[in-house]
């Protein structure tokens, strides 16, 4: 299967912190796999802008060495390399000052192309770049501008965040991303409920028994410690990419799919979930890998801070309280350096309401697993017979699908900053979250996080390598369930 690639609009994209981490292991590389599956139009340009002093020929060099680092280059040949770089540009600039905006400004004057500027830099300079963008006339009504997160760290610094924003942009212009969103499985998750008609008459309370979220990760903090202390899981995780997969997994079919109706739909679903009780959360700290103590320390060791008591692991149980989902219970769990490299969704529906077969049949469940990386795909539990003699009992066998598998090699893979940089170009702001959705997130996120620090509660060791704290078990098995195991 060979999937269609359609050419966007001329366009110039600067990335201001274009010499950064993001910029290197995602953008730049993303640019380049776009390049070469001939979406990007030749006159489109990339530029560069850092406080770095560079030239062109020097951020170029950076570029080549970072898409050959990070996996951009695949079987491109050199020359396709120098084609690409071609229309990359650099400009040295200062976010709080005035060097180098007026070259800047040179560059994009009256260009008649698509203009986005992604804000690859601390969210402390969203502000002053948005204002400089302005003052420079930077700022015209079609621009677009991209912002990651961490978009806030509580609700009153995102709202702080969208009101400096919204001085200079309007939120049409506005691109915030969560790259959870561009993930290939992840929209799959929209294609398989709303493009089928099997699921959505048992999308809920009364079929299903509950839901499970997993995002497990085997890095540990790496070094990011400092970044990470500060957020701990649940900022880091939670509050946008488990929200982001509870919102579609949970929200209504919105009417159209387009970008304000399928974002109505994920903000009534966060605004209509529980607070989370106290005894409903579980956080938890990795110890160090036995044997490995030096590669592997523990959390502590990791961020430097040997009374930290933020948690790199969380599992919470939470409920939504509208028609479609109330009394179903939705668990979710993330952390750091646990057994496998794995997300799955899992959706566990009830028991038949009665058994015609004798009491040693069992009693069975059917279990939909949605796995969103690695090895994306979909397996459904189905109930049979036993093959062989000796009565009817019952056993579950998978029906697998795995989309590698379904789909054939020569589906594409597009990496989610790809997807979503190109959605930028395109206007499309559908894998994109609005202001009022993170806000939303925040004012469900910070009565959690306040609870927590207000017990004073510091979060359990779990070891490294298996999937996080015995009282997250503890959490399922007291509502009779059990998590599903971690595996690759
Ligand atoms: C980031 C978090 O947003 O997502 C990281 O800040 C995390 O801590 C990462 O490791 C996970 O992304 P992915 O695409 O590897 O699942």
Same mark, same amino acid.
């Given at each position: ?9 001329p366009?110039d994209?600067v ?6 981490d993001?910029?290197?292991r995602?953008?730049?590389?993303? %640019?380049?796999r776009?390049f070469v599956?001939?979406q990007m139009?030749?006159?489109a ?11 062109s ?5 950076m ?7 990070f996996g951009?280059?695949g079987?491109a040949?050199a020359?396709?390399? $120098? ?5 990359v540009?650099?400009v040295?600039i200062?976010?709080?000052?005035k060097?180098g905006?007026a070259?800047?400004?040179?560059l994009? !004057?009256?260009t008649g192309?698509?203009e986005?500027?992604?804000?690859? #830099?601390?969210?402390s %300079?969203?502000g002053?770049?948005? *204002?400089?963008? !302005?003052q420079?006339?930077?700022a015209d $009504?079609?621009a677009r501008?991209?912002? @990651? ?8 610094t995102?709202?702080?965040l969208?009101?400096? %924003?919204?001085?200079y ?5 506005i691109?915030?991303i969560?790259h959870? &969103?561009?993930?290939?499985t992840v929209?799959?998750l929209m294609a398989v409920?709303f493009g089928?008609? %099997?699921?959505? =008459? ?5 079929y #299903? ?11 540990g903090v790496?070094?990011?410690? @400092?970044?990470?202390?500060?957020s701990?899981?649940m900022?880091? +995780?939670v509050?946008?990419?488990l +929200?982001q997969?509870l919102?579609?997994?949970a929200?209504e =079919? =919105?009417?159209?799919?387009d970008?304000d ?6 903000l009534k679903?966060?605004?209509a979930l529980d607070?989370?009780?106290?005894h409903h959360i579980?956080?938890g700290q990795?110890d ?6 030096e590669s592997h320390p523990?959390?502590? #060791?990791a961020v ?7 948690e ?5 149980k ?5 028609w479609?989902?109330s ?8 952390g750091?350096r646990?057994?496998?490299?794995s997300? *799955?969704?899992?959706? #566990?529906f009830k028991?038949?309401p009665?058994s015609?077969f004798a ?5 069975h ?5 949605i ?8 397996t459904l539990?189905?109930?049979?017979k036993e093959?062989?003699?000796?009565? +009817?009992?019952l ?5 697998d699908?795995t989309?590698? @598998?379904?789909l054939g @090699?020569?589906a594409? !893979?597009v990496?989610?900053? *790809?997807? &979503?940089?190109?959605d ?8 994109f979250m609005?202001g009022?959705e993170?806000?939303a997130a925040w004012?469900?996120t910070?009565p ?10 510091v979060p359990?060791f ?6 996080g ?10 509502d009779?369930r ?5 595996s690759?």
């Open positions: 299967m060979v999937s269609r690639v359609i050419p966007v609009d366009f994209l990335i201001f912190g274009g010499t950064g993001l910029a290197r995602k953008i730049l590389p993303g %640019l380049f776009r599956a001939g139009p030749a006159t340009r990339i530029i560069g802008a850092a406080r770095t002093k560079l030239d020929a020097g951020y170029r060099k570029a080549a060495e970072a898409i050959e680092e951009g280059i079987s040949s020359d396709t390399l $120098k084609a690409f770089l071609d229309q540009e650099y040295a200062d976010a709080k000052g060097a905006w070259d800047l400004q040179k994009m !004057q009256g192309k698509v986005a500027y992604y804000f690859s #830099v601390a969210p %300079l969203f002053d770049l948005a *204002e400089r963008l !302005q420079w006339g930077m $009504k079609d501008i991209v912002v @990651e997160k961490p978009f806030g760290r509580d609700l009153v995102a709202q702080a969208n009101a400096t %924003l919204a001085t942009f309007d939120e049409k212009q691109y915030r969560d959870y &969103l561009g993930k290939e929209q799959n409920r089928n008609m %099997l699921f959505e =008459p048992l999308w809920n309370a009364q #299903v028994d509950h839901i499970q979220i997993t995002v497990a990760e085997t890095v790496g070094g990011r410690g @400092e970044y990470y202390d500060r701990g899981a900022r880091d +995780m509050q946008n990419h +929200m997969l919102c579609l997994i929200m =079919p =919105p009417a159209r799919f970008p109706a399928v974002r109505d739909e994920k679903v966060i605004r607070p989370v009780l106290p579980n956080r990795y160090a890998e036995p044997g490995n103590e523990n959390y502590r #060791v430097g801070d040997p009374r930290s008591k933020t790199s692991f969380i599992a919470l939470t409920q939504i309280s509208n479609r989902w009394g179903t219970p939705f668990y979710l769990r993330t750091k646990m057994s496998a490299r997300s *799955e969704i899992t959706v #566990v028991e038949t009665h015609i009491e040693d049949a069992g009693r469940r059917n279990v939909l697993s796995r969103l990386q690695p090895n994306e795909g979909i539990g189905v109930t049979i093959p062989g003699p000796g009565g +009817m009992r056993i579950d066998v998978p029906l699908m989309f590698a @598998e379904a @090699e020569d594409e !893979q990496d989610a900053y *790809e997807r &979503l940089i190109m930028v170009i395109r206007g499309n702001q559908t894998l609005r009022d993170v806000e004012a469900w910070d959690i996080i306040q609870g927590w620090e207000t017990r004073g509660e359990k779990y070891d490294s390598g298996t999937d704290t015995t009282d997250s078990h503890e959490l399922m098995r007291r009779g059990e998590w599903r195991k971690v690759p």
